[in-house]
């Protein structure tokens, strides 16, 4: 077992009176899918935003590759290799999808002009390491794209930027079965090649299929993180709604603590 | 976009069928044509509603009045439309990013007030209302200031050029002074844009209290008289003069040759690396179909087209040159820069813009700055063309026509869509109605506004039908 990528630990985070994260651990390995689940409100999308650097923290420590480092900008983590993929996937539908892979990052020639040519090559080669066979231009407009296509660019483009750790959020939810299998399957290859990838998600079927461990979150705890293997979709259930199950998750204390 | 030749010396993974499998071909002659007959169905009719109004409005006007075609007449258009071209040109990039500007044209006429000002006074500071020479250093100082506040530093430089020419009062020669009228719209613009993107007033309606605002200042600027400007020789040339019959061809054999060069090298080098290209084929129809349009009209300008015959008028119209230059200019920085891309990117979608680090405030700030420094040139060619500085210079209907232009051409309101070359061909039609009508007296100037109204809500019917077309594919 290697160690993680990306850690988190003792992560507090309130807003005004209200404790949103408690003393929350999370881990991403490299190589594997981290899934993140839990209820609305339960402090899913505080976490993803506190690492993202979009929220400060109030107290604990993010440390990344081994090394704290203090996520106060949203620059910070994309200069570490951390790549966010949101739900509403921010694409520009009035540009192609090389233009959109590179948008705010553009390659240009001497500073001043776009270099379209190596753009297109270099957005091919990262959709080309997914095994990406949907999408048959790189120079598609955006709009023209379903739903799955669009998010396999959104995913692409995070790919592009040599990232190491990728947050997909809710990659699938608007998803159909065939488009939902293609995402999913790309998600593990994110992973297969070596990336940390934390698939956040209310799907069961979704995180069961694809996740190596599951982290629950129950009203800001870790009620538990647990291996997919060593699990099962009625106990990641009970977690997420009780936030125990049988051995697993918070003391009977602890949960009536936090209600 | 599609074609049935596929090189067999094609990128890795041409042997799994269906992966980019467009992205390594030619793109033949048949192949472009369906790609663009594709692209009408799907509801991206580009510039062909425009082109095909200006046909039908030609095809009518030449059969109410046989002047209609003549050279003379023809030639005359670029004169009477190129501030309508120019506005429309500064209009575009405001309307890509969703917004729009209303003041252009009574900005622009502002600017250029204050220039003629200067040359016929030989000095702002006595020719300005005392106060309002010195409200206009004090307004360039505080463009400066903003810009730089909102890190755009290139409009920054451009003002604090025109605070120079006016304090050193260089603006007493002629050129300088235009340059100066410029500069101060891009002062003006500054302003708007920041009015619009950091204290956050819908542009409309703050480019709605600027046009009526600078309308005002005209006046105070002018003290109440027109200037005449059909004295200055360089003024007037702008848009009366001629390119010699020899600068001309130079003209056209440079703006042609840049075209065709630029194409052929653009595809020969995605050919050798092995992109999606035009065949040179392709390339070379399509450059020589322009640049013998290109060639037969230079020919039919260098020949005398004055019916009087103690005159002669023969060569390309300056102002057409203006408006082609600077719709090539506009081009390149649009598809071609990074800040172009990130106009396009902005006025699509904004959010999306933002999360991809583009600095979103800076965008409409340097939009809102180019549009009103191609109002005031668009001033100072409305001023060439009707020989003076009016009171009402850039007000009436100026603004409304340059908007029409840019709409008409098929530049989307909502942002993110457009091309400079659809102001070009917008402000043609624009021009050309009321060019037609005044060659049938009998039809009154009410007819005028008539039909640009139908004109135009015909050009808004094409893009709203072709969206919801595009939005269902």
């Not at chain 1, 839990?38 to 506190?50: F, H």
């Not at chain 1, 705890?221 to 977690?239: F, G």
């Not at chain 2, 007959?37 to 046909?55: K, M, Q």
Request: with cysteine; glycine share 10%.
């Amino acid at each position: 077992m290697s160690d993680p990528i990306l850690e988190v630990r003792k992560l507090n985070k309130s807003f005004g009176p209200v404790h949103v994260l408690h003393d929350v651990d999370f881990n991403v390995y490299p190589g594997e899918v981290t899934a993140l689940v839990g209820d609305n409100g339960a402090g899913k999308s505080t976490l993803v935003k506190c690492i993202a650097g979009i929220y400060g923290t109030d107290s604990g420590e993010i440390r990344f590759e081994g090394t704290p480092v203090t996520m106060n900008d949203p620059r910070v983590p994309t200069s570490l290799g951390i790549e966010f993929v949101y739900q509403d996937l921010a694409l520009a539908d009035n540009l192609d999808i090389t233009q959109n892979m590179f948008l705010g990052r553009e390659e240009t020639n001497s500073k001043v002009f776009l270099a379209d040519g190596l753009m297109e090559k270099k957005a091919r080669a990262a959709l080309e390491s997914l095994d990406v066979r949907t999408v048959s231009s790189v120079r598609q407009p955006v709009a023209s794209l379903s739903g799955g296509q669009r998010q396999t660019v959104a995913i692409a483009k995070a790919v592009l930027w040599n990232s190491k750790v990728v947050f997909l959020d809710e990659p699938t939810a608007a998803l159909g079965v065939a488009q939902t299998k293609q995402v999913l399957d790309l998600v593990r290859r994110l992973a297969d090649q070596g990336r940390g990838v934390v698939l956040i998600s209310h799907n069961m079927n979704d995180v069961m299929a694809v996740a190596d461990r599951v982290a629950a979150l129950y009203l800001g705890h870790v009620a538990a993180e647990v291996k997919t293997a060593e699990t099962n979709t009625a106990q990641i259930v009970e977690l997420i709604t009780s936030g125990r199950s049988d051995g697993l998750g918070l003391s009977a204390q602890a949960v009536n603590e936090s209600i | 976009m599609s074609s049935n030749v596929t090189e067999s010396t094609a990128a890795p993974g041409a042997d799994r069928p269906g992966r980019f499998s467009l992205d390594v071909d030619e793109r033949t002659i048949g192949g472009a044509f369906r790609g663009w007959v594709g692209r009408l169905r799907s509801g991206e009719p580009g510039a062909l509603p425009s082109v095909l109004g200006l046909v039908v409005l030609v095809i009518i006007f030449s059969q109410l009045s046989d002047r209609f075609l003549s050279k003379y007449n023809i030639g005359a258009i670029p004169t009477q439309g190129a501030y309508i071209a120019v506005i429309a040109l500064g209009i575009v990039f405001v309307l890509l990013l969703g917004e729009i500007d209303l003041s252009a044209g009574t900005a622009g006429g502002t600017c250029a007030a204050i220039a003629a000002v200067a040359v016929s006074k030989g000095s702002l500071h006595h020719g300005l209302p005392s106060g309002m020479f010195w409200a206009l250093l004090i307004g360039q100082l505080a463009a400066i200031a903003l810009a730089v506040w909102l890190r755009s530093y290139v409009p920054a430089i451009i003002v604090a050029i025109g605070f120079v020419l006016v304090v050193t009062n260089l603006t007493q020669h002629l050129f300088l002074a235009l340059v100066a009228a410029i500069c101060i719209g891009t002062a003006i613009g500054t302003l708007t844009g920041w009015l619009v993107a950091k204290v956050g007033i819908p542009s409309f309606v703050v480019t709605l209290a600027l046009f009526l605002a600078w309308q005002g200042v005209l006046q105070f600027a002018l003290s109440g008289k027109p200037i005449d400007t059909s004295n200055y020789d360089l003024w007037h040339n702008l848009t009366y003069g001629n390119l010699s019959p020899t600068v001309s061809w130079i003209f056209i054999v440079v703006v042609v040759g840049f075209y065709l060069a630029y194409t052929l090298l653009t595809s020969m080098r995605a050919k050798a690396a092995n992109l999606a290209h035009d065949t040179i084929a392709l390339v070379l129809l399509r450059g020589g179909v322009i640049a013998v349009v290109a060639v037969i009209v230079t020919i039919l300008a260098n020949t005398n087209r004055n019916t009087n015959p103690y005159r002669v008028i023969e060569g390309i119209p300056v102002p057409a040159a203006i408006a082609i230059v600077l719709m090539v200019l506009a081009t390149l920085a649009l598809t071609k820069t990074t800040w172009g891309r990130h106009l396009y990117a902005t006025g699509g979608n904004t959010e999306a813009a933002r999360r991809a680090g583009i600095d979103v405030v800076k965008m409409k700030v340097s939009a809102f700055a180019l549009c009103s420094s191609f109002g005031a040139l668009g001033g100072i060619l409305l001023a060439s063309s009707q020989s003076s500085a009016s009171l009402d210079l850039g007000g009436s209907n100026v603004l409304l026509f340059s908007v029409a232009a840019a709409v008409i051409g098929g530049t989307s309101l909502f942002g993110g869509r457009g091309k400079p070359r659809d102001a070009i061909i917008g402000a043609i039609v624009i021009t050309v109605i009321p060019n037609g009508l005044l060659l049938k007296p009998s039809l009154g100037p009410q007819w005028q506004q008539v039909i640009t109204g139908v004109v135009l809500l015909i050009a808004a019917a094409v893009d709203a039908i072709s969206r919801r077309r595009a939005a269902r594919s």
